[in-house]
């Protein structure tokens, strides 16, 4: 026992399901900006190639760029798919939908996926 009266194995046990459940809930985070994309049919235009996700758009002049490796800041693309700001003289074709919490997971589930 320790000077708090738990046993040693039992403060283990709570760091262990602690490190998992953090380990889930970061994993969640980005499996969620991944489902977001997905929902909003980002896939329509857009592919991530990193992620194995092929844009799904017949039209080529209509396809956007691969995402994967193109977020380096993220507060203009997350302005930019909100429509509050314009790209190369352009605003985002499609107002991004959800709640702030998922247009922040899905510019960081970009931002993370690497070439």
Known sequence: MTKSGRSPRNS???ATVL???LLLWSTAAF???KQIFLDQ???TCHSVSSAGIEATIKVEKMRGPDLA?????KAKVKDYVLQKSEMNGKKHPKKVGGTDADVSAL?????????
Not at 107 to 115: I, S
């Open 12 to 14: 283990a046990r709570r």
């Open 19 to 21: 490190g998992t459940s």
């Open 31 to 33: 499996a969620d900006g």
């Open 41 to 43: 049919k980002c896939n």
């Open 69 to 73: 490796g193109a977020v380096s800041d």
């Open 107 to 115: 510019v960081d589930w970009l931002a993370a996926q690497k070439k």
